[in-house]
């Protein structure tokens, strides 16, 4: 059943001027309407699954993951990559009677562009404990780095529609 929400921030919005020198516009993020307005939503809008087997807290038999879900990592596509896998191994646990068995640790990562060329490969889970994928000899995630940047415009294009978004990992 539907329950219409308040959309947060509706009455904030307005018409402003200003002058500037560079603009950085942040829209508000928010949960889909029909997530928000659903019974699956806690009280901000997101589905409201356990942070760690992203379990609907409320409905065993669904599970929650990406943007939508209400677990408190980055909003990100590599947190929801590492999420699917946890949601699948804990769904088939379920659907044969058992319980839960993965956990996701909030893994997301934020690939920061500080200057052309250059990117801080920040990776992080809940926290904010760093979670780096590669030595830091190869990337230091806390610093800015050529490699980053080739890995990000170069690598993960093809890594991301050949490998992530079929299903497929690489390491
Ligand atoms: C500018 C920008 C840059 C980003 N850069 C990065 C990055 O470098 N690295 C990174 O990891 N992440 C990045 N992200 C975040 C990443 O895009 C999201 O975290 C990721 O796409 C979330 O995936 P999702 O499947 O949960 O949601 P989405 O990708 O938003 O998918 C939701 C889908 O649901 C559809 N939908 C909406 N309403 C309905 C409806 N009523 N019925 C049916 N379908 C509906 C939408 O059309 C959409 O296709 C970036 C995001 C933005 C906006």
Not at 88 to 96: D, E, G, I
Not at 102 to 128: H, Q, R
Request: glycine content about 12%.
């Amino acid at each position: 059943m539907a329950r219409q929400r308040p959309r947060p921030f509706a009455k904030k919005t307005g018409e402003v001027t200003r002058a500037f020198d560079m603009m950085h516009v942040t829209p508000p993020q928010i949960a889909p309407r029909f997530v928000a307005d659903s019974l699956l939503a806690d009280k901000a809008g997101y589905v409201e699954v356990d942070q760690v087997t992203l379990q609907h807290v409320g409905y065993p038999n669904i599970f929650g993951l990406g943007d939508g879900g209400s677990t408190p990592n980055a909003k990100t596509a590599a947190a929801a990559r590492k999420q699917a896998p946890i949601v699948a191994v804990n769904l088939l646990s379920v659907l044969k009677g058992g319980e839960p068995v993965a956990g996701y640790d909030g893994y997301g990562s934020c690939p920061l562009t500080v200057e052309k060329g250059k990117i801080v490969l920040a990776e992080f889970g809940y926290g904010g404990k760093l979670m780096p994928s590669f030595p830091k000899w190869l990337i230091d995630g806390t610093q800015p780095a050529r490699l980053s940047w080739l890995l990000k415009s170069e690598a993960l294009p093809w890594i991301y529609w050949n490998g992530m978004l079929k299903g497929h990992e690489c390491w």
